[in-house]
């Protein structure tokens, strides 16, 4: 009696099997299986790529990235002029985009969004250090003025955070947050999705906005997983149950390579990895000690051994792939005679310092490591403090250490990012120049490039400011990374950016098996 | 009268327990250089944005109104809101807490159900080719890496075989249930949708075997242990030779006393499959606590730590209680003298 229930209950387990079993998602839906959980989708407040996913599939921007390069072209905007002063800037919309609720994008949406964005002030907001005001000239025009020129204005429209959000997000506010607690897991945008629903570390539901100006997406839906083992991603495309997986490590990729079903896509990206020199400290604050250590690293061991090849070494601040990068530009390389000939010019040896990282990046520790066998080479003694990395990031923050390796992407597309952030005094600490290195004249020639609007004459500038940093050495220019992901061949028309680092142009993407 | 007697003290104990546990947890969490602001604004924030968010966020405040705010609405019970998710500490832990449980209540259920009789039939044929097998299994499965036996049998079940799916709750094409008791077993049950119920019973099966198998050794060790030594008194002699049966002796009086010790394991096994789920779910992509309080510490997310402290800590109290209550149910003993 007893047993023949449970032979029911077993049989009815196995049919279930075989009915669902490696049931691949539909040629409409794409799956991608992520480590984490999005934090919030809100581009008033969110800084992570994961939530920049969800906000550049939801919402559309003033201008866009064109294509796979960092140069922005007209997306709600039709065109747009500035003043003489460089201090105005007018911009046109063009007709027809509509949020997802049907309401067309109107100049005072925009207003909306810039105001909301600059009364939350939190991290999104940086991009516009000197915007002043945003008004409404006609439903189709708006001002942006700015209370001092700067030159990188127009790509920073494209960043996520000034995104255009619906005003009539404001029927959701609570207690005066402008909408905060409901754009955590919802979206309000004119993007070629809306953001359906949301089970927190478990998916992420995509669906089409049916009132999008674009071609209908071929993707009906997208939805995102949170697996947190790379194991199990790796397992899940394999077997057909995701189309994309992020985060592969780069042995990993290697594996996966084999499987012509797969394809791993290593991009060059504007992601480096470098190590802070604390300029301020002695012995580091003498020039020929930066410089020794400099010429003391094997960098090829670096991109080979602990990168399998999977990165190109720094040549000075700005990327390779961003304008401004210097071809020509000077490269410190392995010279063990010279490191240890300017250590002695600098009177240096029996130096005691210190490597302080944390594992929010799987490579610094190794990194550490072999820096720590090449500096004892030049009489100086490295320990390695391992911390968490929120700690890492308050000292760096203070100043609080010897040598700490850092990561660094650009959030819009201009050298500013790495020029102005890494070497102008006035960003000293967390916000970017965390070597704490000043020099008078560099300093002059990287604001100066801040605030002309002719883009030869900054890239000039911008230029000599690199090669006297570069020979100042404030930071150890070691790796630019590639961005590597995996997914399914099947998958098409995926177009890589350097400057959307796991953002998709799902609406321009296919499934074909 | 007795259980009054036992229960009260406990309750008002569970007062000053969950106070220490939350002056000790914020105590620590704050000495801890970092600053949540930072985190939150991102790095490249500059000072004022930094200080705004900590406004925001009331981390402008002195450390110790900071306290006092916390447990003024901790009273109300309010655990406060999450840093990093921004939604309600309560609404996140009402999200991952009962897939926690799920998965760690089955589980305790299996290791029981299989570890108890192995267990008894290891001391029964001490040393026989039964026991050998038991000690072998229990050996393994105190001693196998949970996350590498779940990668073994993801690879396996999902990845070989393909009879099984190896991440989740549920299957994709299956809405997730609204919300009763945030069991899926259950939730789908009281919608009706049984094809969405045995969804969620084949994800359950791989995790759910894989943390039952850990404690299923330990399980198995104990019982043994303790049918051993009360083989070996005096009254199950006294038993045999007045004519009872074997099969009485052993469960109706052996494995009645040989349970006692091991109810206070079973508690104990309760908290560490809690724990021990860490690993299960990040293999498993397991939607529960693990995860949520991983990247909580990693982020300094202050109020979501002391939230998960707060309801571990009056979780492992209750849980205590019970076993208390057990104990006198199955010891009577234990409940003339209380």
């Known amino acids: ?513 | 009268m007795t259980i009054t007697r036992i229960i009260v003290p406990r309750l008002i104990l569970l007062f000053f327990v969950v106070f220490g546990v939350a002056i000790i947890t914020f105590a620590i969490s704050h000495l801890i250089p970092g600053d949540p602001a930072r985190l939150i604004a991102g790095d490249r924030a500059s000072a004022e944005t930094l200080e705004n968010v900590r406004r925001d966020l009331g981390l402008d405040r002195p450390v110790t109104d900071q306290f006092v705010i916390y447990v003024r609405s901790l009273l109300h019970g309010d655990l406060g809101t999450s840093l990093r998710t921004r939604r309600p500490v309560a609404a996140d832990i009402a999200t991952f807490l009962p897939a926690t449980l799920e998965l760690g209540i089955l589980s305790l259920v299996l290791a029981v159900l299989i570890g108890v009789p192995l267990g008894v039939f290891s001391a029964i044929y001490k040393d026989g080719p039964i026991d050998q097998i038991a000690r072998t299994i229990s050996v393994c499965g105190i001693s196998m890496p949970v996350f590498w036996f779940g990668m073994v049998v993801i690879l396996l079940f999902y990845a070989k075989l393909q009879i099984l799916p190896g991440s989740g709750r549920l299957a994709m094409a299956f809405a997730v249930p609204q919300r009763v008791t945030g069991f899926f077993l259950i939730d789908t049950l009281l919608e009706g949708r049984f094809d969405a119920f045995l969804s969620a019973v084949r994800h359950l099966i791989l995790p759910t075997f894989v943390l039952a198998f850990a404690n299923l050794g330990v399980i198995t060790r104990q019982i043994r242990a303790s049918m051993l030594d009360v083989l070996q008194e005096d009254y199950i002699r006294t038993a045999r030779a007045s004519g009872l049966r074997r099969r009485v002796v052993i469960f109706n009086h052996a494995l009645r006393n040989a349970l006692i010790p091991s109810i206070t394991l079973l508690g104990l096994a309760l908290g560490d499959l809690l724990y021990g789920a860490v690993l299960t779910e990040t293999i498993f992509a397991w939607p529960g606590m693990g995860t949520y309080v991983v990247t909580s510490i990693q982020t300094l997310d202050f109020p979501a730590i002391m939230g998960f402290t707060v309801v571990a800590s009056i979780g492992y109290v209750l849980i205590n209680l019970v076993i208390d209550l057990a104990y006198m149910l199955a010891d009577p003993q234990i409940r003339e003298v209380g």
């Open chain 1, 1 to 513: 009696m007893v047993f023949s229930h449970w032979k029911k209950i077993g049989l009815a387990l196995l049919l279930a099997t075989s009915v669902s079993s490696s049931a691949m998602a539909a040629a409409d839906v794409l799956v991608l299986a992520r480590a984490e959980d999005p934090p919030t989708a809100d581009p008033g407040v969110e800084i992570s790529n994961s939530g920049y996913t969800l906000i550049y599939a939801a919402y559309e921007h003033l201008v866009a990235y064109k294509g796979a390069t960092t140069e922005v072209v007209p997306e709600l905007a039709e065109s747009w002029s500035v003043d003489d002063a460089n201090l105005v800037w007018t911009i046109k919309l063009a007709a027809g985009h509509k949020f997802d609720d049907g309401t067309a994008v109107d100049a005072a949406a925009v207003k909306f969004s810039f105001d909301r964005l600059m009364k939350l002030k939190a991290g999104p907001s940086d991009s516009f250090p000197v915007l002043k005001e945003v008004q409404v000239v006609d439903p189709m025009t708006v001002k942006f003025v700015l209370s001092s020129p700067f030159a990188p204005f127009l790509s920073t429209l494209a960043v996520s955070g000034a995104a255009i959000v619906n005003p009539k997000v404001m029927e959701h506010e609570v207690n005066g947050d402008m909408a905060k607690a409901w754009l955590v897991e919802h979206s309000a945008g004119s993007g070629a999705y809306r953001i359906s629903s949301w089970e927190r570390n478990q998916s992420i539901v995509l669906d089409r906005n049916p009132h999008f100006s674009g071609p209908a997406p071929a993707l009906k839906q997208v939805v995102i997983r949170v697996m947190g083992e790379v194991s199990a991603r790796r397992l899940q495309l394999v077997n057909g149950d995701a189309d994309i997986i992020e985060q592969v490590p780069v042995d990993q990729a290697e594996a996966l390579k084999k499987d012509p079903s797969i394809v791993v896509e290593s991009n060059p990206s504007l992601y480096v990895s470098y190590v802070y020199l604390n300029n301020k400290r002695p012995p580091l604050d003498d020039v020929r000690v930066r410089q020794a250590i400099s010429y003391a690293v094997d960098y090829k061991g670096i991109v080979d051994g602990i990168m399998q090849g999977q990165a190109v070494q720094m040549r000075g601040a700005v990327p390779d792939g961003m304008w401004g990068h210097d071809p020509a530009g000077f490269q410190y390389s392995y010279n063990i005679e010279k490191a240890q000939a300017l250590m002695k010019e600098a009177g240096q040896s029996n130096v005691h310092l210190t490597y302080t990282f944390s594992q929010a990046d799987t490579s610094w520790e190794p990194v550490g490591l072999a820096l720590q066998a090449s500096l004892a080479e030049i009489g100086i003694k490295l320990d390695l403090q391992a911390v968490a990395d929120t700690t890492k990031r308050e000292m760096a923050a203070k100043g609080n250490y010897d040598l700490a390796p850092g990561a660094w992407t650009p959030d819009f597309a201009d050298p500013y990012m790495f020029m102005n952030y890494w070497f102008d005094p006035a960003k000293m600490g967390g916000p970017g120049n965390r070597a704490f290195y000043d020099n008078a004249k560099v300093t002059s020639l990287v604001q100066e490039a801040a605030s002309t609007v002719d883009q030869a004459k900054r890239e000039k500038l911008y230029l000599e400011a690199q090669t006297l940093s570069t020979q100042d050495a404030p930071y150890l220019y070691l790796i630019q990374k590639n961005d590597i992901f995996a997914r399914r061949a099947a998958v098409q028309g995926y177009v890589y950016n350097p400057m959307l680092i796991q953002v998709y142009n799902f609406a321009t993407m296919s499934k074909k098996e």
